[in-house]
């Protein structure tokens, strides 16, 4: 059985930082590439970042370039969001999925496994 367990959200001020960590079992980690989500309330769940199952490469939406890090450690079967300079357009649940790919997937309806989503909330 996949699961995927996010955690590290929370309340931060305008400006501040959070880390975000997903931490998968039941998959062959290493095979799988990563990806993280967010949804605002009524709106639609948008591509956040992404990353390969080798790490060698990412995808960030242009909202968070600049801004939010994704890595992944193999061993610790963990993918990593750092968010760094953090806004109230932030404010959202933010998800953590998976896929069994070799390539970079940003769109919502590729990914096979979800995590609950953690909350984030960024304060002005």
């Known amino acids: 059985q996949v699961q995927l367990v996010e955690s590290g959200g929370g309340l931060v001020q305008a400006g501040g930082s959070l880390r975000l960590s997903c931490t998968a079992s039941?998959?062959?980690?290493?095979?799988?590439?990563m990806g993280w989500f967010r949804q605002a309330p009524g709106k639609e769940r948008e591509f956040v970042a992404a990353?390969?199952?080798?790490?060698?490469?990412?995808s960030y939406a242009e909202s968070v370039k600049g801004r939010f890090t994704i890595s992944r450690d193999t061993a610790k079967k963990t993918v990593y969001l750092q968010m760094n300079s953090l806004k109230p357009e932030d404010t959202a649940v933010y998800y953590c999925?998976?896929?069994?790919?070799?390539?970079?997937?940003?769109?919502?309806?590729?990914?096979?496994?979800w995590g609950q989503g953690t909350q984030v909330t960024v304060s002005s």
């Open positions: 999925a998976a896929r069994n790919t070799l390539v970079l997937i940003t769109a919502t309806q590729e990914y096979d496994y």
């Open positions: 039941g998959l062959l980690f290493s095979w799988y590439g």
């Open positions: 990353i390969t199952q080798s790490g060698r490469s990412t």
